[in-house]
């Protein structure tokens, strides 16, 4: 026993991809004999994985999930920015570029009209919950944008690590929701199209929770909402901590 457990904490890696694997059969398994599919495995798979992160959490004390064991540590690798990246970059490939031209306008007012709509909402929830400082309603605002935005618009500004530490936690929110919420507000929205697919990503912006959401709807879709669920995490970069933080500090007369 003691040799396996060395060679799977050799392989880490290779064990994160066996272990996602397992559960994706898993997941597929359930989806079939326990909602004939209506729910689809990608949503369960989502669903599984979440709560293994908590129960890693949970049993180890740590912050990464299942990572903090050594046993499971490569899903700390494959998990992380790196892969991600790549995997959002790769799905760029599967884009039909007639599709894109039919987006048209909609699909980049979608960008920006999403960002606003977001920032303003976190912005007015951080409010309520008693930050009146420019620097950190602005940072708030920014990480119900993305979990990404989030921090780069608090370095940016000077916000406390406290505060871009909950710009992170609600991004991270608004991520699992869009992971989780989409398949089953897909058909009631008319997502089942790569303009609308397009359009939502654009409105969404959050590139994981996106993909993942439009992987458990249909998952030729993916590429159209990833990438503009991408342009969303730049277009955020680049007027959270500039335009906005201005027009916040305009409003709140600091």
Do not use: H
Not at 33 to 60: D, E, F, H
Not at 98 to 116: C, M
Request: aromatic residues 8%; neutral net charge.
């Amino acid at each position: 026993m003691d040799m396996v457990v060395e060679l799977f904490e050799k392989n880490g890696l290779l064990v994160a991809f066996a272990l996602v694997g397992a559960v994706m059969l898993f997941a597929g398994w359930l989806s079939k004999s326990l909602t004939r599919g209506r729910l689809q495995g990608s949503a369960i798979a989502i669903l599984l994985g979440l709560v293994l992160s908590y129960v890693g959490g949970a049993a180890t004390g740590g912050e990464d999930g299942l990572a903090d064991l050594a046993l499971f540590s490569g899903l700390g690798i494959m998990g992380g920015s790196m892969l991600r990246d790549f995997a959002i970059v790769a799905t760029a490939y599967g884009v039909d570029l007639q599709e894109i031209r039919r987006a048209g306008l909609a699909g980049g007012l979608s960008v920006f009209l999403g960002v606003v709509v977001s920032f303003v909402v976190g912005a007015a929830v951080a409010v309520m919950f008693g930050y009146t400082d420019a620097e950190s309603v602005t940072t708030i605002g920014a990480g119900a944008a993305t979990y990404i935005v989030g921090p780069v618009t608090g370095t940016a500004v000077g916000a406390s690590s406290e505060v871009i530490a909950l710009s992170v936690a609600a991004g991270l929110v608004k991520a699992v929701v869009v992971m989780i919420g989409t398949p089953f507000m897909a058909k009631s929205i008319g997502l089942n199209n790569p303009k609308s697919a397009m359009v939502f990503g654009g409105m969404m912006g959050t590139t994981s929770g996106v993909a993942g959401g439009l992987a458990a709807t249909d998952k030729r879709l993916v590429p159209y909402g990833a990438m503009t669920a991408t342009f969303y995490t730049g277009v955020g970069c680049l007027l959270c901590p500039s335009v906005l933080y201005l027009a916040v500090r305009a409003v709140s007369g600091g």
